[in-house]
């Protein structure tokens, strides 16, 4: 396999083409609607992908926040580029040795899915020849490109989408690394270094959806194929295996296909609305009323290939569904999983012979309102079976929550750039290059040497600290005067463990100021450090004060004496076990301990007085 990725950082210096707040809003100020139409580009062709959007004749619907303005409703031209963000994109070139381009020439990309007022994304090469080493292997970058980011999507419903002006227009630095990638291990590691590399600028937004990262993934035999929208670095690893796998299945279906001599039939699809009157529930339901229909097609050689095959959770029926999904159907019913909602066996002999299929001969159906729509529908899902008759085919893919990905329009060809005439070329003289070479931040390797010489912390603490994005607070909390050792824990293990277990309730995000006071509790023995996720979560759960946080959740007041005392009450109660398993005794009891002293004492404190409860009995004769 081979992956490459792209990168899109938002910048935190306002936005690209005009003054207004970079701020997502709630406040909606006006709202007004536009439809869009696919043109062709510099060279005149319609990109395909553009013309499957325009097809599907939604309405747009824009919000207006308070500081929306007439650039954002695309009513005024563009006002000049940003060049604090130029410098940012700038910056990031120069960090991994790439080649800024004489004259930024800003171009228009077509982009008809109404995320932008204009129906297009405006778009500026910055830099190409870059290159990035992880792991001691070189990755190129071959370009380095500044973006104006999309509306957000706020809603969907049938035949329109409703987009917020907010994001519009916040710059992007759009990274792009070659296809060097053969992991989905190599694929996390080098957007942790990307995201650590843009971060050094100082000049990017935080939080969720302030990156995304696009993944192309292609199978060997396969194809390209991207998966648009990655929000949680953690998950590359697992899209892009998950992807692989995709396309073995693909290509695996493929081999049986020719085998079988499969093909798709272009013939019109069949009406058997009359045969489906009868059916009590599920889709079909409505068969015959309202204009409801149902119609049907036939593809030879391709029974028992469209279910999951044993151990697998590929399907090519949901690929499938998912183009009969692309032109606003709730998706499709396929042989290979009938009988079911509500088709009985008798039914599925009777569509079989209308159809005059044989045995390997599979059959999908699509139910609508509007026969036209159900039609097109089944002619995305010839183009989809032809497809599969070839192997994998280019697609643009949406990311799910659990690592899946499904299909969202066909990858967009090179007919969507011309030139942006209202902003005039930016000529980058060297001096300006120079200027900011001569300014270059601290790139994430010496960043981390930096970390492990001045702190003696270990590499894999170090690690965590610069790619989790904790640097400036480690630092802030060690210039206190806190142990290193202390501060990296409760950032790197404390402190996301708390996060990542609350599921209720707003995101908790301490200020420095607090996590300073659990620091110093815990410095000055209020609390052990084994005490500090459960002041954490007590904070969390809303506790106004760390000292309040203590109190309330008994984590005071346990004594040195009375840690002594329940030691030896433990080792008590088990002296038998302590002499006949003797060194074996040790965990099973410090298991018990430690739950009993629930973070109240230093885990080294209990590990301590127990070694010396034991050998004291264990030299005593009975
Ligand atoms: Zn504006």
């Known amino acids: 396999m081979k992956a490459g990725l792209e990168v899109h950082q938002q910048l935190s210096v306002g936005k690209l083409f005009c003054a207004c707040s970079p701020e997502l809003s709630e406040e909606v100020t006006y709202a007004f609607t536009r439809s869009l139409r696919a043109a062709g580009g510099e060279n005149r062709a319609v990109d395909i992908a553009a013309a ?68 297009f994304q405006r778009t500026a090469l910055v830099a190409t020849d870059g290159t990035l080493e992880v792991g001691g292997k070189r990755y190129s970058i071959p370009t380095i490109c500044l973006e104006e980011d999309a509306a957000r999507k706020v809603r969907e419903s049938p035949g329109e989408v409703t987009y917020r002006l907010d994001r519009l227009g916040i710059p992007l630095v759009e990274v792009a690394t070659g296809p060097e990638i053969v992991s989905g291990a190599e694929g996390r590691e080098v957007a942790e270094e990307i995201g650590a590399l843009l971060r050094a600028t100082r000049r990017v937004r935080r939080g969720i959806g302030t990156v995304r990262e696009d993944v192309n993934v292609s199978a060997e035999g396969g194809h390209r194929v991207e998966v648009k929208g990655v929000q949680e670095l953690r998950l590359i690893q697992e899209y892009v295996e998950r992807e692989v796998g995709r396309q073995k299945f693909l290509l695996e279906i493929r081999e049986v296909l020719v085998r079988r001599h499969a093909r798709v039939p272009s013939d019109p699809p069949r009406d058997l609305t009359e045969l489906f009157r009868e059916v009590p529930t599920g889709p079909f339901s409505g068969a015959g009323k309202g204009g409801q229909v149902v119609l049907g097609i036939s593809l030879p050689g391709f029974a028992g290939l469209l279910r999951s095959p044993p151990g697998s959770e590929e399907r090519l029926g949901r690929e499938l569904a998912d183009y009969a999904r692309s032109v606003g159907l709730r998706g499709l019913v396929h042989s290979d999983e009938l009988p079911a909602y509500g088709v009985s066996s008798e039914l599925v002999l009777t569509l079989r012979t209308r159809l005059s299929l ?128 202390l501060v990296a824990r409760l950032l790197t293990q404390d402190l996301p463990a708390v996060i990542s277990e609350r599921v209720e309730g707003p995101l908790f995000d301490p200020t420095n100021d607090l996590l300073d006071e659990v620091l110093k509790a815990t410095e000055e023995g209020r609390i052990a450090k084994e005490g500090v996720p459960t002041v954490l979560r007590a904070l969390a759960s809303g506790e106004p004060t760390v000292g309040v946080a203590i109190e309330q959740t008994g984590l005071s007041g346990f004594s040195k004496e009375e840690l002594l005392e329940l030691v030896r009450k433990v080792v008590g109660e088990n002296i038998d076990m302590i002499r006949s398993k003797g060194d074996a005794a040790f965990s099973p009891l410090m298991g018990d301990l430690m739950r009993e002293v629930r973070g109240r004492r230093d885990g080294r404190e209990v590990s301590e007085a127990l070694r010396a409860e034991i050998a004291r009995v264990r030299t005593t004769p009975r």
């Open 52 to 119: 499957l959007q325009a097809s599907r004749g939604l309405v747009y619907r824009y919000e207006a926040v308070p500081s929306s303005c007439l650039v954002e409703m695309d009513e005024e031209p563009p006002h000049p580029l940003n060049e604090a963000a130029l410098d940012a994109a700038l910056t990031f070139a120069l960090l991994v040795n790439a080649r800024p381009v004489d004259e930024i020439e800003v171009m228009r990309k077509i982009v008809v899915d109404g995320s932008n007022t204009t129906g």
């Open 358 to 485: 044989s045995e390997p001969d599979a059959f999908v159906l699509v139910t609508d309102r509007s026969v036209e729509r159900a039609r097109s529908a089944l002619e995305r899902v010839r183009d989809r079976a032809r497809a599969a008759l070839e192997g994998v085919p280019g697609e643009t893919r949406d990311p799910l929550p659990d690592g899946r990905t499904r299909f969202s329009r066909p990858l967009p060809g090179r007919d969507r750039m011309y030139p942006e005439t209202d902003i005039p070329p930016i000529p980058i003289p060297g001096a300006r290059v120079d200027r900011l070479r001569a300014n270059l931040p601290e790139r994430p390797q010496e960043l981390k040497a930096r970390l492990a010489r001045t702190h003696g912390l270990p590499d894999e603490v170090v690690r965590q600290l610069v790619y989790g994005d904790l640097v400036e607070r480690f630092e802030w909390l060690a210039a206190k005067g806190h142990s290193p050792n």
